[in-house]
């Protein structure tokens, strides 16, 4: 099982970046995907969740309106659109997926980790 995060990078307050996590080994029918950031001295706090069915989201309140998940099923591939972003979203961006997820919020609900991706926003 692979997660690969990609599509970090450096950009002003205001701009939109990409991220894409792109998965192999498991089926995104059975797993929950979920995007998670950790910046320097803080906790992993979750960022947002699509279910399995593709079809329920999850976004933190720090990033309601911002930032919007999707899935293409075909590519096998998970995307974190994030826009009007601020210098506070600049983190390590990991994605990560997990079977029969009950908390969202708990990185100990997801059993296959990417290697994050850093995000950082300049003010």
């Known amino acids: 099982v692979q997660l690969q995060a990609s599509g970090g990078g450096l950009v002003q307050a205001g701009g939109s970046l990409r991220l894409s996590c792109s998965i192999s080994?498991?089926?995104?029918?059975?797993?929950?995907i979920v995007w998670f950031r950790q910046a320097p001295g803080k906790e992993r706090d979750v960022v947002s969740s699509?279910?399995?069915?593709?079809?329920?989201?999850y976004y933190a309140d720090s990033v309601k309106g911002r930032f919007t998940i999707s899935r293409d099923d075909a590519k096998k591939t998970v995307y974190l659109q994030m826009s009007s972003l601020k210098p506070e979203d600049t983190a390590i961006y990991y994605c990560?997926?997990?079977?029969?997820?009950?908390?969202?919020?708990?990185?100990?609900?997801?059993?296959?980790w990417g290697q994050g991706t850093q995000v950082t926003v300049s003010s």
């Open positions: 080994g498991i089926s995104l029918d059975y797993y929950t």
């Open positions: 990560a997926a997990g079977q029969f997820v009950t908390r969202i919020t708990s990185t100990g609900a997801y059993q296959y």
């Open positions: 699509i279910s399995r069915n593709g079809v329920t989201t």
